[in-house]
């Protein structure tokens, strides 16, 4: 999918041009994969342009950065600024959010703490993820790919190094006519997708990995549980053994990008009935209902985007 660019993109605390935001070949992230970034969606409401969790988001960027010793100039605070702005600035919602902070063009060689930090937010325009029907049910499969191990790369870092490990688990579910493929630990637990955490439903009882088993602490993944809380869901955050997916009554996986994406079948054994179950579609439904302001945004997951026209503009 070809993004579709914006007029502009903020860099290290204003806007220039989308074409002018480019970086060197030898800058120390080409060579060497140091980047932390975030995936963010701006809703488009009734009142206008809203962006899901932009706290939790920067404050995970800020986070990642952090592990790797990246000093940061701005606090999460000006992050959120930078991002309502640029949203406000280039007039397209709905839309993804891309912040991303980089090691830039500086000395070369594997120590990167030479290195200029630049921070970027860039924004596009942007639908679903996996599939136009995606939320009707993907087919996956299990990786041969294992996750990253501990104390290898930092799993709970989301950084640009680790997507190496999820490009080699979606190209193989792709090429084998999958929509996504889901990577076990280094145990042989689940663990979560290329770019997703993935939920078990058993006998009315919501099934999650803990953060031990090399999953990313998302934002959605928090927000369902939240939403699964309130409604009285009963939870369980504990490793999830393989076979598990296979005698599964309901499997979904969570994301900024896939939001929440029923899974019809994993390595071709159909889950559950091989239609959406109750809890995936009353959480689904919950979740939608929030960020296309249908309900009251109760939680305080929407900032607000003040806009002069409401109008959205993107997709
Ligand atoms: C590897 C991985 N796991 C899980 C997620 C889901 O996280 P979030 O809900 O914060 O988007 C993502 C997406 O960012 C991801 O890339």
């Known amino acids: 999918m070809a993004i579709q660019k914006t007029e502009k993109i903020w860099h290290n605390g204003r806007f220039i041009p989308w074409d002018d935001a480019t970086v060197h070949v030898m800058s120390h992230v080409v060579n060497y994969g140091s980047s932390v970034f975030e995936g963010i969606r701006c809703y488009s409401l009734p009142s206008g342009p809203a962006i899901f969790r932009a706290p939790e988001h920067m404050q995970r960027l ?65 639908g679903k993820y996996l599939g136009a029907d995606s939320s009707e049910g993907v087919d996956v499969c299990v990786s041969s790919w294992t996750r990253l191990a501990p104390n290898t790369l930092p799993a709970m870092a989301k950084a640009g190094a680790n997507y190496m490990n999820s490009q080699l688990i979606k190209m193989e579910a792709v090429l084998n006519g999958y929509s996504e493929g889901i990577a076990l630990d280094v145990s042989g637990y689940v663990s979560e997708g290329s770019g997703e955490n993935l939920f ?29 809380r309130d409604v009285g869901i009963n939870i369980v955050e504990q490793q999830i053994p393989r076979e ?34 109750p809890i995936t579609r009353a959480i689904q439904q919950e979740f939608y209902s929030i960020v296309r302001g249908e309900k009251p945004d109760r939680y305080s997951w929407l900032t607000p985007v003040p806009v002069s026209s409401k109008q959205p503009v993107g997709v």
């Open 244 to 277: 598990s997916l296979y005698i599964a009554d309901e499997v979904f996986f969570t994301g900024t990008a896939a939001e929440v994406t029923p899974i019809r079948s994993v390595d071709k054994i159909s889950v559950g009935t091989g239609t959406v179950g």
């Open 200 to 228: 078990v439903v058993r006998n009315g009882i919501l099934h999650t990995a803990p953060l031990a088993n090399s999953v990313l602490a998302g934002i959605t993944r928090d927000s369902v549980l939240q939403i699964a």
């Open 62 to 126: 800020i986070d990642s950065a952090r592990i790797y010793r990246i000093d940061v100039d701005f606090s999460r605070d000006q992050l959120v600024r930078g991002m309502v702005d640029l949203v406000k600035a280039n007039g397209v919602w709905p839309c993804y959010i891309r912040p991303i902070i980089l090691r830039g063009y500086g000395e070369v060689g594997v120590n990167p703490l030479n290195s200029p930090v630049e921070v970027y937010i860039c924004n596009y325009p942007w």
